[in-house]
């Protein structure tokens, strides 16, 4: 998806708000144009990176709990540990998540995107 990477690029320099589609565009070698036909808005190509880089992110997390034995505070701080070195050594996974600190209230589908919320209360079904 190039223009997923053009986007990631242009609003990891510039953020949302200063990012403009043709930035975009010129990054992915396209004409503005070309983006509008695969998005809409400006709003709809963030949300579509955002979701693009961060789709694996909780099978990985599921599928590393599921590995994981010990107790309930053992498994926490594996998935912590997790969490953290996927975004310490990942530079998207960084600008993923300071993407949704930072844009959370202009863009609350993302917290949809990614359901945290849910993610982590199904964690639920591992024994304690």
């Not at 997923?4 to 503005?32: C, I, N, P, W």
């Not at 599928?63 to 309930?72: P, V």
């Not at 300071?98 to 209230?105: A, D, P, S, T």
């Amino acid at each position: 998806m190039r223009s997923a990477q053009a986007a990631f690029e242009a609003f990891s320099e510039r953020g949302f708000a200063a990012t403009r589609l043709e930035d975009v565009a010129a990054l992915a070698g396209v004409t503005k144009g070309t983006i509008y036909v695969y998005f809409k808005t400006k709003e709809k190509l963030f949300e579509a990176m955002v979701r693009h880089y961060s789709s694996r992110m909780p099978a990985d997390a599921d599928a590393m709990l599921a590995a994981q034995k010990g107790s309930c505070r053992e498994r926490l701080e594996a998935f912590l540990s997790f969490v953290y070195l996927r975004c310490a050594r990942n530079r998207r996974g960084r600008e993923i998540i300071l993407f949704i600190v930072r844009e959370i209230k202009s863009f609350p589908r993302l917290s949809d995107i990614h359901t945290w919320n849910r993610f982590l209360l199904d964690r639920s079904q591992y024994e304690t």
